[in-house]
């Protein structure tokens, strides 16, 4: 897997209700494709700012040979298809909007809910996003007012109103977006779309690796799986980045099937009950043979809790579960030399002499309501950083907000996203044959 620095989600709650936008060609459900793109920092913890270093750490050690994969390429079925592409530490998927369409690569976040892309020169990123949507080449492109829903959905800290009508300042911890709200037709794995409301950003900044915005899968009122009115969708994250595309689906066509299924609860924050996070309840974590007795409930202001999220690259757990992880891989790993993990932004790191994957650790489980586990594989919590395959890291690291189920700790998982049915499903995939 290569990787590059990573994009994290905006912490912000978003509000208000949207009508759901029905489709020109009204399917069931339908398909999209993702393609795995590099994200910068976003806002759970400070920790989550050296991401760039640590998947530069990985990236070199795949570089080198420490790191192997496997896999073929996706093909899916469905009334629409759409992929998902697998690059450095974050995933693309590609939409088009406007008439006659433009098709770019966008961010697939299920951590927020703003849907944008670029529609001028972005004077403050790393690399120049293309192409640019030009709102006048469009023929159903328009300008939202303030008083329109989807502007109002905006959490009032990010929005002003001015002649031109809704303005937007999304500030993430690393990079922004800044533009104005617009509506235009969208399309996605063959259908249409019209009036979806998305950000057109003016200015940005913030590593996107050359993707030309974000696609806003969250749970709150302005993300597109609310606009398009869909009750579920699915993904399945390929580990291999060289594997090729693997499925996002919508609709009737987003299930999990099979004797491997696990379920847990979609829950909601106490207070910010309109949010894009999707929160489940991790009840505990098995390192080794030892249950740990820890818990990420939510405090009484409702900070805490754990969210699953495709637009964060690593894990993240409150430092107080974090520690007990810490420890219980420390005791059980007695036989091994650890090594300072700064070089590599990592907490937790091992010499590992010349063959990281032969290295014994402890196996990792996360136990859910519902009586949900998740048995991790082994590299989606420890693989090799440098290029030599010579020091390990646990992929897991601490944080003061909240919890966070990266897109590492997802891959090759089948993942479902019922909000009809109130659940987070998964199960282990072979994506390629979904």
Do not use: K
């Not at 030599?388 to 944080?399: E, F």
Request: aromatic letters at 8%; proline letters at 6%; glycine letters at 12%.
């Amino acid at each position: 897997m290569a990787c590059r620095p990573a994009l994290l989600t905006l912490a912000a709650a978003v509000i208000g209700l949207l009508p759901a936008v029905t489709s020109a060609t009204s399917p069931l459900g339908f398909r999209a494709t993702i393609t795995r793109a590099r994200q910068y920092p976003g806002n759970y913890s400070a920790a989550a700012r050296r991401d760039g270093r640590r998947l530069a750490s990985l990236s070199n050690a795949a570089a080198g040979g420490a790191r192997t994969s496997t896999g073929t390429s996706s093909r899916g079925r469905g009334l629409l298809q759409a992929l998902v592409e697998n690059g450095a530490g974050a995933y693309h998927m590609t939409l088009s909007i406007g008439t006659p369409p433009l098709a770019f690569p966008a961010i697939l976040d299920t951590g927020s809910d703003l849907t944008w892309t670029q529609c001028a020169p972005c004077t403050a990123c790393f690399a120049q996003p293309t192409p640019l949507y030009d709102p006048a080449a469009s023929s159903t492109s328009s300008r939202l007012p303030c008083a329109s829903p989807p502007c109002q959905a905006l959490p009032s800290a990010f929005r002003a109103c001015n002649a031109t009508g809704c303005a937007y300042d999304y500030r993430y911890t690393v990079g922004f977006t800044a533009g104005y709200l617009a509506a235009d037709t969208l399309a996605l794995g063959g259908a249409s779309f019209p009036g979806v409301a998305f950000g057109c950003s003016a200015a940005s900044g913030g590593d996107m690796d050359s993707a030309s915005g974000i696609v806003g899968l969250g749970r709150g009122a302005l993300s597109l799986v609310s606009q398009l009115g869909v009750g579920r969708f699915s993904y399945c994250l390929r580990s291999d980045a060289d594997a090729g595309a693997s499925p996002i689906l919508f609709g009737s066509l987003a299930n999990v099937t099979g004797g491997r299924v696990q379920s847990t609860p979609l829950i909601q924050s106490p207070v910010a009950r309109r949010g894009p996070y999707y929160y489940v309840n991790l009840t505990g974590v098995t390192v080794g043979a030892t249950d740990l007795p820890v818990t990420f409930g939510f405090t009484a202001t409702g900070a805490g809790g754990v969210i699953v999220d495709s637009g964060t690259t690593f894990t993240y757990l409150a430092e107080a579960g974090y520690a007990m992880v810490r420890q219980a891989f420390l005791s059980q790993a007695s036989g091994l030399e650890t090594v300072s993990g700064a070089p590599y932004d990592f907490d937790l790191c091992f010499a590992a002499g010349a063959a990281a994957a032969a290295v014994p650790v402890p196996r990792l489980v996360l136990r859910f309501a519902g009586g949900a586990a998740y048995a991790v594989p082994r590299r989606s919590y420890f693989d090799a950083v440098d290029e030599r395959g010579s020091v390990a890291c646990l992929l897991v690291l601490p944080t003061r907000g909240v919890s966070v189920i990266g897109n590492v700790m997802q891959m090759d998982l089948h993942v479902l996203y019922d909000l009809d049915g109130g659940t987070f499903s998964f199960a282990p995939a072979d994506c390629a044959s979904l």
